[in-house]
T-cell receptor, first 115, second 113 residues
């Protein structure tokens, strides 16, 4: 049972465009939603994260939009650059305040930004 | 801050040998570390959760006698792949939890011949 569904599987965007990746979750106990960026042969790097008490969080060109009622959250990359080409994973976990909780990952989105 | 290192970054071994992978949190203490496995073009698969000073908790389907995990200190966890076989070849990634946020290491590429 896949608890976090991520789409699209792959995405091609022109330089300067907006990249949008969507995730939907099933478990209403999830209360922490991070996005990770992974380059080939490297470990995932935390990009941005949100908790359900806010509907949007912005850090530079990266924005998370969160819709609690729809159980959906999305990553928007503004002014996409070729250096943003990577695989992006959404994730979710429950049990905020503790360190011993597991991340449930989406299947990933391969983003290609054409120059 | 929140840097996690792994060693080695890649390893090639013969079938039947054991391989140890180290995961260190460099600038924070991590009571909990996680070990993942990733196949090409796939998502991360959690293998086990490692708590300092106690036995690791393995995910369903992961052989605990095959993948030995030790978390002896707040900054070090090790994964030992025992009697490795070609099907164990994969990208192994650890993460360390800092106040609820997981930070990942750079990964270890294991190739078993």
């Amino acid at each position: 049972q896949q608890q976090v569904k991520q789409s699209p599987q792959s995405l091609i965007v022109q330089k300067g465009g907006i990249s949008i990746i969507n995730c939907a979750y099933e478990n209403t106990a999830f209360d922490y939603f991070p996005w990770y960026q992974q380059f080939p042969g490297k470990g995932p790097a935390l990009l941005i994260a949100i908790r359900p008490d806010v509907s949007e969080k912005k850090e530079g060109r990266f924005t998370i939009s969160f819709n609690k009622s729809a159980k959906q959250f999305s990553l928007h990359i503004m002014d996409s650059q070729p250096g943003d080409s990577a695989t992006y994973f959404c994730a979710a976990s429950k049990g905020s305040g503790g360190s011993n909780y597991k991340l449930t990952f989406g299947k990933g989105t391969l983003l290609t930004v054409n120059p | 801050g929140a840097v996690v290192s792994q060693h080695p970054s890649w390893v090639i071994c013969k079938s039947g040998t054991s391989v140890k992978i180290e995961c260190r949190s460099l600038d924070f203490q991590a009571t909990t570390m996680f070990w993942y496995r990733q196949f090409p073009k796939q998502s991360l698969m959690l293998m086990a959760t490692s708590n300092e000073g106690s036995k690791a908790t393995y995910e369903q389907g992961v052989e605990k006698d095959k993948f030995l995990i030790n978390h002896a200190s707040l900054t070090l966890s090790t994964l030992t792949v025992t009697s490795a076989h070609p099907e164990d070849s994969s990208f192994y990634i650890c993460s360390a939890s800092d106040r609820g946020t997981q930070y990942f290491g750079p990964g270890t590429r294991l190739t078993v011949l």
